[in-house]
């Protein structure tokens, strides 16, 4: 596709189930990158893949946080378990190569809506 | 560890007025620095970035910052701004090891 695309849109769960948020980044990217923006709050880096190794793991929250990437190409990140504080927007983006190249940037999906009742 | 703070929650200006955004940043070493752009109802967008160079760095939209490294800072300015710049603004800095360090971001509201 000629973006970033993220499914779903809008996910609306119920606490203590697990949910699956995906994405697809834009062909050829190899560089992935998984954030969580809550109402109020910036952009909270949660994991960053190169190619399906994920160097950084560091952001994610907790334990029943997990991601993979396959292929190198689609990502699926995980929650286990969810709690009403997982309400966020979860945002992918990609990047061709490592954003500190020359004339990298990332490339931002639409989001996924997340709400945990 | 990299960190970036944005100070200002919302910058109001005037149609027609300059405008700055405020971003400092602490990284180790030489840091790379972006300006990401929310608008309403849409994902986030590239407006710029710092590598190396020239300090001055200009962007889309008429957009440009200033790396200023004494004061660890990468303001983002703009001579004349416009309504439709009104959206919500990303400071953003890494040390090319891949992360990427968001700021808290600031909403600029021009009015009319």
């Known amino acids: 596709g000629a973006g970033v695309s993220q499914s779903p849109s809008n996910k609306v769960t119920e606490k203590g189930k697990d949910v699956e948020l995906r994405c697809d980044p834009i062909?050829?990217?190899?560089?992935l990158y998984w954030y969580r923006q809550s109402l109020g709050q910036g952009l909270e880096f949660l994991i960053y893949f190169q190619g399906n190794s994920a160097p950084d793991k560091s952001g994610l929250p907790s334990d029943r946080f997990s991601a993979e990437r396959t292929g190198g190409s689609v990502s699926t990140l995980t929650i286990q378990r969810t709690q009403q504080e997982d309400s966020a927007v979860y945002l992918c983006?990609?990047?061709?190569?490592?954003?500190?190249?020359?004339?990298?940037?990332?490339?931002f999906g639409s989001g996924t809506q997340l709400s945990v009742l | 560890a990299q960190s970036v703070a944005q100070p200002e929650d919302q910058v109001n200006v005037a149609e027609g007025n300059p405008l700055t955004v405020k971003c400092t940043y602490s990284?180790?070493?030489?840091?790379?620095l972006f300006w990401y752009v929310q608008y309403p109802n849409r994902g986030l967008q590239f407006l710029l970035k710092?590598?190396?160079?020239?300090?001055l760095v200009k962007g889309s939209y008429g957009f440009e910052a200033e790396f200023n490294k004494s004061q660890t800072s990468f303001h983002l300015k703009k001579p004349s701004a416009l309504v439709s710049d009104s959206a919500l603004y990303f400071c953003?800095?890494?040390?090319?090891?891949?992360?990427?360090?968001f700021g808290q971001g600031t909403t600029l509201q021009v009015k009319p």
């Open positions: 710092y590598i190396t160079g020239d300090n």
């Open positions: 983006a990609s990047s061709l190569r490592n954003p500190g190249a020359t004339n990298e940037k990332l490339f």
């Open positions: 062909s050829g990217h190899t560089a």
């Open positions: 953003a800095v890494s040390r090319n090891t891949g992360k990427l360090i």
């Open positions: 990284v180790s070493g030489n840091p790379y």
